[in-house]
């Protein structure tokens, strides 16, 4: 966004001359403009970079699959483009597409694989934090604001039971 309202500015100085007398301000409006942009990135990178990096500080195994999983991208892609350049090829040679279909094959699980598991492992973790959570709060009696009255049993039914 930032890099499109520069080309912007750009546009704008040179479709108007320069003796057009709005072109101080629209200066002024272009360098606060990109002054703001400045501020946000500087602001984004503090807030949310910064506390991101240092909460998956804590957990370096799922960063390194995180990781291991990146890679595995990479190879699928990797391989995937290979073999749909040799599939646009004039010349098609079966011993050429042979390696790379190979390649494509081994890639495409082990990727769908890693991806899951990570899904995995992250929708665990989650489940883990809620439940500790709950049974913290409960032990702390967080919740008895939150019980609901207690209605009168149905007819026929002993109360309590």
């Not at 050429?96 to 495409?108: F, R």
Request: aromatic share 6%; hydrophobic share 35%.
């Amino acid at each position: 966004m930032h890099e499109a309202s520069k080309k912007l500015n750009e546009c704008l100085q040179e479709v108007y001359e320069p003796d057009w007398p709005g072109r101080v301000e629209a200066n002024k409006i272009a360098e606060n403009n990109d002054l703001l942009w400045m501020d946000y990135h500087q602001k984004l990178v503090d807030q949310a970079l910064l506390t991101m990096d240092t909460y998956l500080g804590q957990f370096p195994d799922i960063k390194s699959r995180i990781a291991k999983r990146g890679r595995k991208l990479v190879d699928y892609d990797s391989a995937r483009h290979h073999y749909e350049s040799l599939q646009t090829a004039k010349k098609k040679d079966e011993a050429k597409t042979a390696k790379p279909v190979s390649l494509l094959e081994k890639a495409a699980p082990q990727w769908c694989q890693g991806k899951l598991q990570a899904h995995l492992l992250a929708q665990t973790n989650l489940l883990q934090n809620q439940v500790m959570l709950a049974s913290n709060l409960a032990r702390a009696g967080a919740f008895r604001s939150v019980v609901l009255p207690s209605r009168p049993a149905p007819p026929g039914c002993r109360a309590g039971v």
